[in-house]
Each structure stands twice: as C-alpha cells, then as structure tokens.
C-alpha cells in the first residue's frame, strides 16, 4: 500500500489550508466586508484595504505554482508579519495568532513541496548527469 502521508502530500494539504484562508481574506477585503472596513478605518489605513487584497491572492497564486512557491511564502509572510504587528500595536494583540499560523504554515508548505521543485529540474533530460 502507497503511504499517502509523505512530504509532499502535507506540503500541499498546508498550501490548501494557507490558500483558503488567504483567499476568504483577500476577497472580505476587495469586497468591502464591513469587519474589513471596520478594523482598517481603525488603523487609518482604509485606502488600501484592497491593495492588500489583491497582495493576499496574488500571494496564493505565487504559492501554489510550484516554481513560484518560495516568493509566495515570502510575500504571505511579509503580509502577515504587518497584520500580526498591526494586531499587537493597535488591536491589543487580539487575534494575532491567526497571522502568525498563516506566515508559519507558507513556510512549512515550501519546505515540503520544494522536493517536488527540484526533483522535476533533475529528472529533465538538460541536466542529466554522468557518474563515474
């Protein structure tokens, strides 16, 4: 029986987790939900509530193309490192878990995955290798 619990298989269940809760964020904020609105009207920052959207997805798409994967996990954890200090500074550090879970789990998603990134660039034939 094939063991279904290797790296790259966790590596893409976390790329799925970190995906959906980037995806529900980054679309509460292009939509305007009213929480969105509400906690960036608190920190003054409410005119790039949607830039910060738009960060969000193209952070999830970066993540999940596997040539992409690492600048996805540096993008996310940019983001969310600024989410987690807004969240201690001005929230009283309600709620900054959830940043820090995000920003962590990118990372652990691109160090699973990233056996499948250079096991593709070595089995293509331009960098076959002879050995003696």
């Known amino acids: 029986m094939k063991n279904i619990f290797n790296s790259k298989n966790l590596g893409w269940v976390s790329t799925i987790l970190v995906s959906f809760v980037l995806i529900m964020f980054g679309t509460s904020k292009i939509l305007g939900a009213s929480d969105s609105i509400n906690n960036f009207s608190a920190i003054h920052l409410l005119p790039y509530i949607s830039v910060v959207g738009i960060l969000e997805l193209l952070s999830v798409g970066l993540l999940i193309y596997p040539k992409t994967t690492k600048y996805g996990a540096v993008l996310i954890t940019s983001l969310m ?19 820090v879970t995000v920003g962590v ?26 050995r003696l």
């Open 81 to 99: 490192s600024a989410a987690a200090v807004i969240h201690l500074s001005y929230m009283g550090g309600v709620g900054v878990y959830l940043p």
């Open 105 to 130: 789990l990118s990372w652990v998603s691109y160090y699973l995955r990233r056996s499948e990134e250079h096991t593709s660039e070595l089995q293509s034939p331009c960098n076959l290798v002879c």
